[in-house]
């Protein structure tokens, strides 16, 4: 069964380091989405991305973060210089289409920040 | 704007009990609905979902019908087992206001003990 596959699985990086956190959405789908869940807290939407550009972002999406396909296949979320809050779980989702359609989790990486 | 409320938890119950977790939703289009669960230390799979109004999705012994007249989307099940324990969270996505996002609820903790 075809999955989101997420790398690393947990990330430990010093406060002010730049991140990068790998996604590989599922081959036939054209929305990629970024959500975060806080320890214990909802998940909440970061950006979503289409057609190679994005699409929507959060008021948590700030100049800090970015997004990218470098190629065919990767889906990357940047964060550029890391803050202790944005220790999360951080969940990649893709979708064939918006909406009503069912987005597809991977397994999360845990970014914690010290 | 979109959003979704779901009770509180944590839900605790014996194995074999019914399960009900309410969900309401606010949408200005007409939202899909849907149901996901976090197993400990997992990431977010799809347990059901529904497109429209009076749609029932069901999975694995759950179900949850979309009930546009109370904006509701109750998760049910008949008899938890103690491997239903999990984070349960509905979502709403409203692609005719726009938005591919996909919004959830806060999540309910669901404990079956033996």
């Known amino acids: 069964e075809p999955e989101v596959t997420q790398t690393p699985s947990h990330q430990v990086t010093q406060m002010g380091q730049e991140v990068i956190l790998r996604c590989v959405p599922i081959s036939n789908h054209l929305y990629f989405y970024w959500y975060r869940q806080i320890l214990g807290q909802k998940v909440e939407f970061l950006v979503s991305f289409y057609n190679n550009e994005i699409s929507e972002k959060s008021e948590i999406f700030d100049d800090q973060f970015s997004v990218e396909r470098p190629d065919g296949s990767n889906f990357t979320l940047k964060i550029r210089s890391t803050k202790l809050e944005d220790s999360a779980m951080y969940f990649c989702?893709?979708?064939?289409?918006?909406?009503?359609?069912?987005?597809?989790f991977g397994q999360g990486t845990r970014l914690t920040v010290v | 704007g979109n959003s979704v409320t779901q009770m509180e938890g944590p839900v605790t119950l014996s194995e074999e009990a019914f399960l009900t977790i309410n969900c309401t939703y606010t949408a200005t289009g007409y939202p899909s609905l849907f149901w996901y669960v976090q197993y400990p230390g997992e990431g977010l799979q799809l347990l059901l979902k529904?497109?429209?109004?009076?749609d029932k999705g069901s999975n694995k012994g759950f179900e949850a019908t979309y009930r546009k007249e109370t904006t509701s989307f109750h998760l049910e099940k008949g008899s938890v087992q103690v491997s239903d324990s999990a984070v349960y969270f509905c979502?709403?996505?409203?692609?005719?206001?726009?938005?591919?996002?996909?919004?959830f609820g806060t999540g309910t903790r669901l404990k079956v003990l033996a």
């Open positions: 989702a893709s979708s064939e289409g918006p909406g009503n359609t069912e987005a597809f």
């Open positions: 529904a497109t429209k109004a009076d």
């Open positions: 979502a709403l996505s409203d692609r005719a206001s726009g938005t591919y996002k996909y919004i």
